[in-house]
């Protein structure tokens, strides 16, 4: 079954079309890793899908519910607030700049959401989220402030704040690109295990290693569109495409 | 020198006397301002128009004009025009017109607090599900705790030094108690005890509010 349907998807921006046609399908249990330039509308369409932007054509189903549709930006479906939250909490977004609360401990930026969201009891939340922290392996972080805790941490608590709310699949918007190179590895093996684990994942990365070992897929994204997808393996092995070929290139020279 | 010291501690029971209407119409004011600042910056920051505009009208009403011509109007002209607004008693007016200003002001600064907290956060706070009101709520207002002291702080020390103009309407604060003394002792010695004063109640706020910001900083 399919956690995420994208078809005919499309992003205007005052001057810029930041996403042009995309459409993808996202099957339940599927790690997907998507690729490209900067500025190729990656983090635009993820943003798309968990409704921090709003789409100008195309339309988005999450787990079949048809959570979006419109044609030069005029809506087709008119959701109440609590179904549109409802259907969104099935994604869970993780960002490049983690963005934890600050104010809050690890244990209180897991909960927060359980407790307020879905109105779970804070011991019942407190445990949740201690567990989570445990598995990606902050079990002893878990009264620290965010400004204590390094990049590779934090962004390790927010994954856990994500998997409180139990979504059906995980959005990544490269994770690992603000971390200092020596911290990336810790959260990649947490991403590793989560796919291992069965989540459906959708990731943005530059992390050739992560997409050979967990990705079933790799997309390409060139001025917003999809050029290409391929299994890693092939994908990077032999892209086919003249721009996938040039992103390569540039991707090992950096490398 | 000494004969100057025993006429200062002559003057101290009167001086004392005003600090405490000084000291109540800043701390009164400031706070009933603080309250209507908080609810005048949400109401400018709101996406509804029936809200936000009135609140941007009342900022740039209080702010656009001076504060002694509000002291003035509330303790004057406007009971002239509507006798059930008079508030007969100088302290009264002085009160509300200083909570009003101050509001404007306040509102600013709230306002700017609020809206300087990273963007990422309401969009984390969203992304889990939380609502526009409980993000601002559980998320972006516990954040501007702590930039809005230093500016507060700093407004409630001017506000000190503005309460000066109540003289107009005869109030009988520190400033016009000290001008009383200095024309009918014929002394301006007593200019040095009351900005003394006024300094030391400077100092006393400035420090509640460093521990303030130190108390909201504990997470940084
Ligand atoms: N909020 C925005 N307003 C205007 N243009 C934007 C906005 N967000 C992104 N863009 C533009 O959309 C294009 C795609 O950006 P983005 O999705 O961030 O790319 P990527 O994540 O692949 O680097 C870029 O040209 C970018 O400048
Ligand atoms: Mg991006």
Request: aromatic share 8%; hydrophobic share 50%.
């Amino acid at each position: 079954m399919a956690i995420i349907r994208a078809v005919n998807i499309h992003k205007k921006f005052a001057t810029v079309e930041a996403v042009r046609n995309v459409s993808l399908t996202v099957e339940q249990g599927e790690v997907i890793a998507v690729v490209g330039p900067s500025g190729s509308g990656k983090s635009t369409f993820l943003r798309c899908i968990n409704g921090l932007e709003t789409i100008t054509d195309g339309e988005i189903y999450i787990d079949e519910e048809l959570l979006e549709k419109r044609t030069h930006g005029r809506a087709h479906v008119h959701l109440s607030k609590e179904d549109r939250t409802r259907i969104l909490l099935k994604t869970g977004m993780v960002f490049q700049r983690f963005n934890l609360f600050p104010h809050k401990t690890a244990l209180e930026n897991v909960m927060l959401a359980p407790v307020n969201v879905k109105n779970e009891s804070r011991v019942a939340a407190a445990q949740k989220a201690r567990s989570l922290l445990e598995k990606v392996g902050l079990g002893d972080k878990l009264g620290e402030y965010p400004a204590r805790l390094s990049g590779g941490q934090q962004q390790r608590v927010a994954i856990a704040r994500a998997l409180a709310m139990e979504p059906e699949i995980m959005l990544f918007d490269e994770p690992t690109s603000a971390l200092d190179p020596e911290l990336v590895e810790d959260v990649l093996h947490v991403m590793i295990d989560l796919a291992k684990s069965g989540m459906t994942m959708l990731v943005v990365t530059h992390e050739m290693g992560f997409a050979r070992e967990a990705a079933d897929r790799v997309v390409f994204m060139a001025e917003g569109e999809v050029v290409e997808v391929a299994p890693p393996e092939v994908f990077f092995k032999s892209p086919e495409s003249p721009r996938a070929q040039q992103f390569m290139r540039s991707i090992l020279q950096q490398g | 020198m000494e004969d100057a010291l025993l006429r200062i501690a002559g003057w101290m029971p009167a001086l004392l006397q005003a600090t405490v209407i000084t000291a109540k119409l800043t701390v009164i004011s400031v706070s009933v301002a603080l309250v209507l600042g908080f609810f005048l910056a949400i109401g400018k920051i709101s996406s509804n128009p029936l809200i936000s505009k009135p609140a941007s009208a009342y900022v740039f009403l209080f702010r656009g004009t001076p504060l002694l011509i509000q002291l003035l109007f509330i303790y004057y002209v406007l009971p002239e025009l509507f006798p059930v607004f008079d508030l007969k008693d100088p302290l009264m007016a002085a009160y509300v017109a200083f909570s009003l200003n101050v509001a404007a002001y306040l509102a600013e600064i709230i306002r700017a607090a609020i809206q300087s907290i990273d963007k990422g956060q309401m969009e984390a706070a969203r992304s889990l599900g939380l609502t526009h009101g409980q993000a601002m709520r559980l998320v972006i207002i516990p954040q501007s705790y702590r930039r809005m002291i230093p500016p507060i702080c700093n407004e409630f020390v001017m506000v000190l030094k503005d309460t000066s103009i109540v003289a107009i309407i005869s109030l009988p604060d520190l400033a016009f108690k000290t001008s009383q003394i200095a024309a009918t002792k014929s002394s301006q010695l007593v200019y040095l005890p009351a900005a003394a004063i006024y300094l030391v109640l400077t100092a006393g706020f400035t420090i509640l509010f460093n521990w303030l910001e130190k108390k909201f900083s504990l997470y940084e």
